[in-house]
C-alpha cells in the first residue's frame, strides 16, 4: 500500500514538470502596484488590447503585489515591459543592462508629493516645509509602498533634508501603507495623522469626488521631480524581432484614448531617456535605498 | 500549590510576558477602530460571492497548490524520516522548516517568479522537514514487538513494511490528513506575494474596503475548511493527488539562468562582490546586525512571549466552549462553530484583518495569534476534557472549571502550549511583512530595496531563533515531563 503511494506520488511530480509550458512569444508586461487593484487591472487590461493591436502580437498584463515584484520579473524576463516609478526604473535599470526608459507621462517631468493631514491635527498648510517642524514632530506618519518615489523616496529625503533626522525620529510613528490610495484612506480616517502621497492620485480622486475634504487637507507640496515611465528590455529585438523596440515605444507615444489616457491619469505620454531620471538616482543613494 | 513545577513554570512565562508587555507597541491607532470592525462584520454577513471572475478559480489553486504541495512534502519527509537518526538529517530538517513558506515564497519568487513551481516548493520544503520529524516520531512508537515475531532472516525493508509500517499507518494517515487542512492554510496566504490563490483576492478586496468580497471568500474558506471529510475521501485521493499539477495554472516561464544568477551573486553579501575584503564585510555585517537584526529579533522575542501566554490564556477561557461539562447542545454547537472559524483563518490573515481596522502595533498580531493558536488548544483539551468522567456529585459551574477539570487537564495544556511555542514564533516573524517591526520587517524592506544578500542573512537569523525556541521548548517538554502529540 505503501508503494501504490509513492509511485503515485511519483507520477504526480513528473506531471508537475509537464505543465511548465512555454508562452516565449507573448509579450508580458507588468506595472508597479501603486494604487487600489481593480483600477490597475482595468487600466492595464486596456493598455494590454492597445498595445497587443498596435503591435500585432500577443500582449499580456500580469499584476504584481509588490514594487519588488515588478522589478524581480523585470530583471528576470518573465516581463520584458514596465510602467515603473521613477526609483523602481531606476532600480530595474541598474539590473538589466542595456534597459531602457522610453517614454513618460506629459505630467512626470514635473511630478510632485502631497503631504497630506487629518484635519483633527489642527496643521495648518505652507510653502515652507519648515515652518512645519513644531506642527509635525510626534504626528503618526506613513508612507505609501518602501519601493514608491512619490510615497517613500521623496518625502523621506525632503524630512530628512530638512529637519535633519530619520523619519524614525520626527514621528511618533512610521508606517507603510501600501499605496496610494491607501495612504489616503488611512489618512481621511485618522489611522495616521499625516501621509505622503502621489500628488495625481490626490488630483483624480479630489475630481471624482472621493475625498471628504473636511477630514483631510494637503499641507505641503515638494518641488517638482521626474517620476513614473515606461522602461523597456534591451533585448527585445532580438526575441521579437527588428525595431520592435521602437515600435513599443511609438505606439506609446501615439497613445491617444482619452478614457484610457484618463485612468493613469495622463494627458499622454513623451519621449523619456535613462538619464532624466539621474536626479533620483543621486536622492536613493543620499538615503540609503540604492547602495 | 507554588511547589509545583508546572505551576512556577507558568509563572515565570507570565511574567515574562507582563514585563515584555511594558515594552510592546500596543495601541489601537485607528480613529474609528469600532466602526471599521462593525462594517467588516456587515460585510461578512453580507457576503458577494459574484465580486470576483477570480475567485473559483483561486479556490481551485488554492486547494491544487496544497495537495501538490503537501504530497511532495509528506513523500520527500517520508524518506528523511527513515534516516532521521541522523545528526546531519535532523539538523536539515530543523533548519528548513524553521524558515515560514512566505519566505520560501519570497526567495523562489526572486529566481522562479511568477511560476507554479515557486508556490509548490514554499509549501513543500517546510513541509517535508515537518514530516520527517512527526513521522519518524510515530515510527519510533511503533511496538518493537511483531518485528523481533519475524522469522530470523526476513530482510529489513520487509520487516519494516510488514511490522512497522501498519502499526504506525492510523497515526501517519490522520497527521497527513491533518497536515493537508494546514496546506490548504499556506497555500491561501501564498497569494498575499502574489501567486494566483484566494489570498491574491483576499488582500485586493481587502485593502479597497470591499468588505462583502472579502466576506465571501472568507466564508468559501471556512466552508472548504469544514467539508474536508466530505470531499477528501481516501478513494479520491489518487484523482486529487494526480489531477492537482494541473490545476496550477501557467504562471510565468522559468528562465534557468535567473536561478544561477541569484545564488552566486544576488546572495553574496555586496562588499564581497565588491572586493571589500573582510574589512568591508565586518561593517557591513555590523550595521546590519546594529540597524535591523537586533531590533528585529528584540520585537520577535517580546512579542512571542506576549503572544505565548495570552494564548494560554484565551484557550483555557475556550475549552469551556465545547466540554460537554458545561452548557447544553445549543452552546456547544456554537462554541464549536467559533472555535473552528478561529482556527481555520490563519494567524496572517487574522492579523492582516485586524491590523486594516485597528492599525499597526503589536496588538493585532497578539490577537490574532492567541485567537487561531488559543483555539487550537482550546480544541484539542475541551475534546480531552470530553473523556474524564466526574463524579454525579461534582460540584457545578465556576468550582467545576477550576477544581476538577483544569487541574485534570492543565499538564496536557501545557504541553501543547509548549509545542507551539515555536510556531507562534514562525508566525511572529512572518507578521512583520504587514507592518510590524519583526524580522520579516525587515526581511521585506532588504526584498523591497532588492538586497538579497541582507534578505538571507536576516532570514537565515529567524531560523536560528526558531531552532532555539523549538530546542528550549523540548528542553522544557521533557524538564516538566509532558508528552504531546504534534499539532500544526
Known amino acids: ?291 | 500549590m507554588f511547589s509545583y513545577p508546572t505551576v512556577r513554570t507558568s509563572l515565570a512565562f507570565l511574567a515574562i510576558a507582563v514585563v515584555g508587555l511594558a515594552f510592546a507597541d500596543i495601541a489601537i491607532t485607528a480613529a474609528n477602530p469600532w466602526r471599521d470592525l462593525g462594517n467588516f462584520f456587515l460585510g461578512v454577513i453580507t457576503p458577494n460571492f459574484f465580486s470576483s471572475e477570480g475567485l473559483l478559480t483561486a479556490l481551485l489553486r488554492t486547494v491544487a497548490f496544497a495537495f501538490v504541495g503537501v504530497a511532495l512534502g509528506s513523500f520527500f519527509g517520508f524518506f528523511l524520516a527513515l534516516v532521521y537518526r541522523a545528526w546531519p538529517v535532523r539538523i536539515f530538517c530543523a533548519f528548513i522548516r524553521a524558515i515560514h513558506e512566505l519566505f520560501w515564497a519570497l526567495i523562489f519568487l526572486q529566481f522562479f517568479g511568477f511560476h507554479p513551481l515557486t508556490g509548490v516548493l514554499a509549501i513543500a520544503i517546510p513541509y517535508s522537514g515537518i514530516f520527517a520529524k512527526v513521522y519518524s516520531e510515530i515510527l519510533d512508537e511503533a511496538d518493537p514487538e511483531p518485528g523481533r515475531l519475524l522469522p530470523p532472516g526476513t530482510g529489513r525493508i520487509a520487516a519494516f513494511l510488514y511490522a512497522r509500517i501498519p502499526d504506525c499507518w492510523a497515526q501517519m494517515r490522520t497527521y497527513t490528513a491533518y497536515r493537508l487542512e494546514c496546506g490548504l492554510r499556506s497555500s491561501a496566504i501564498l497569494g498575499f506575494v502574489g501567486l494566483p490563490t484566494l489570498g491574491f483576492y483576499l488582500e485586493a478586496s481587502f485593502s479597497q474596503g470591499l468588505y462583502s468580497d472579502a466576506g465571501a471568500m472568507l466564508i468559501l474558506f471556512y466552508v472548504l475548511i469544514a467539508t474536508i471529510p466530505l470531499w477528501v475521501r481516501p478513494k479520491l485521493l489518487p484523482v486529487y493527488v494526480l489531477g492537482a499539477p494541473f490545476f496550477l495554472g501557467e504562471g510565468l516561464p522559468i528562465v534557468w539562468g535567473n536561478v544561477e544568477r541569484f545564488f552566486t551573486e544576488d546572495i553574496i553579501p555586496s562588499p564581497l562582490k565588491d572586493g571589500e575584503g573582510l574589512s568591508g564585510l565586518m561593517s557591513w555585517a555590523g550595521d546590519l546586525m546594529v540597524e535591523q537584526a537586533l531590533p528585529g529579533i528584540w520585537n520577535t522575542v517580546v512579542l512571542t512571549q506576549v503572544a505565548l501566554v495570552a494564548t494560554g490564556i484565551l484557550a483555557l477561557l475556550m475549552f469551556p466552549l465545547i466540554s460537554k461539562h458545561f452548557g447544553g447542545p445549543v452552546r456547544r454547537t456554537s462554541g464549536h462553530v467559533f472555535l473552528v472559524v478561529a482556527r481555520s483563518t490563519p494567524e496572517y490573515i487574522l492579523a492582516y484583518i485586524l491590523l486594516q481596522l485597528w492599525g499597526p502595533s503589536m496588538l493585532p498580531a497578539v490577537i490574532a495569534l492567541a485567537l487561531h493558536n488559543g483555539a487550537i488548544i482550546g480544541h484539542l483539551i475541551g475534546r480531552q476534557t470530553n473523556g474524564i468522567r466526574l463524579r454525579p456529585d461534582a460540584v457545578t459551574g465556576f468550582g467545576r472549571y477550576s477544581w476538577e477539570l483544569v487541574p485534570r487537564i492543565y499538564r496536557s495544556f501545557l504541553a501543547f502550549l509548549f509545542y507551539r511555542w515555536e510556531i507562534i514564533m514562525r508566525e511572529t516573524a512572518i507578521l512583520g511583512i504587514l507592518g510590524i517591526y519583526t524580522l520579516g520587517f525587515y526581511v521585506d524592506s532588504a526584498i523591497q530595496n532588492i538586497q538579497f544578500d541582507k534578505a538571507m542573512v536576516l532570514i537565515l537569523i529567524t531560523a536560528g531563533l526558531n531552532i532555539g525556541i523549538d530546542a528550549l521548548g523540548r528542553y522544557i517538554r521533557s524538564k516538566l515531563a509532558l508528552q504531546t502529540m504534534p499539532t500544526c
Do not use: C
Open chain 1, 1 to 291: 500500500m505503501a508503494l501504490d503511494h509513492i509511485r503515485k506520488f511519483l507520477v504526480s511530480s513528473l506531471l508537475m514538470t509537464a505543465t511548465v509550458t512555454a508562452s516565449a512569444e507573448t509579450f508580458v508586461f507588468t506595472a508597479i502596484p501603486d494604487e487600489d487593484e481593480t483600477k490597475l487591472v482595468e487600466r492595464f487590461r486596456g493598455v494590454a488590447d492597445y498595445l497587443s493591436e498596435e503591435l500585432d502580437a500577443e500582449v499580456r498584463y500580469i499584476p504584481v503585489k509588490s514594487y519588488a515584484a515588478a522589478v524581480s520579473a523585470f530583471r528576470n524576463n518573465q516581463v520584458q515591459l514596465a510602467w515603473f516609478g521613477g526609483l523602481s526604473g531606476v532600480q530595474a535599470r541598474r539590473l538589466v543592462p542595456g534597459s531602457e526608459a522610453i517614454a513618460q507621462g506629459v505630467e512626470d517631468e514635473a511630478f510632485e508629493t502631497y503631504f497630506i493631514a487629518n484635519t483633527s491635527t489642527g496643521i495648518e498648510p505652507a510653502d515652507d516645509f519648515a515652518s512645519l517642524e513644531d506642527q509635525l514632530r510626534d504626528k503618526t506618519f506613513t508612507f505609501g509602498s518602501k519601493g514608491s518615489t512619490s510615497g517613500r523616496l521623496m518625502p523621506e529625503f525632503y524630512i530628512r533634508d530638512t529637519f535633519g533626522d530619520a523619519p524614525e525620529d520626527v514621528f511618533s510613528r512610521v508606517g507603510f501603507s501600501g499605496n496610494h490610495t491607501r495612504t489616503l484612506r488611512l489618512v481621511e480616517a485618522g489611522t495616521y495623522q499625516v501621509g505622503a502621497l502621489n500628488f495625481q492620485v490626490w488630483q483624480k480622486e479630489l475630481g471624482d469626488g472621493n475625498i471628504d475634504t473636511d477630514a483631510v487637507e494637503v499641507i505641503w507640496k515638494t518641488p517638482a521631480y521626474p517620476d513614473y515611465q515606461w522602461t523597456i528590455r534591451g533585448d527585445v529585438d532580438e526575441r521579437f524581432g527588428d525595431g520592435f523596440k521602437d515600435r513599443v515605444k511609438q505606439a506609446l507615444l501615439n497613445l491617444d484614448d482619452p478614457a484610457l489616457l484618463e485612468s493613469f491619469p495622463r494627458s499622454g505620454f513623451i519621449p523619456a531617456s535613462n538619464d532624466d531620471y539621474e536626479p533620483i538616482r543621486k536622492t536613493a543613494e543620499e538615503i540609503g535605498i540604492l547602495d
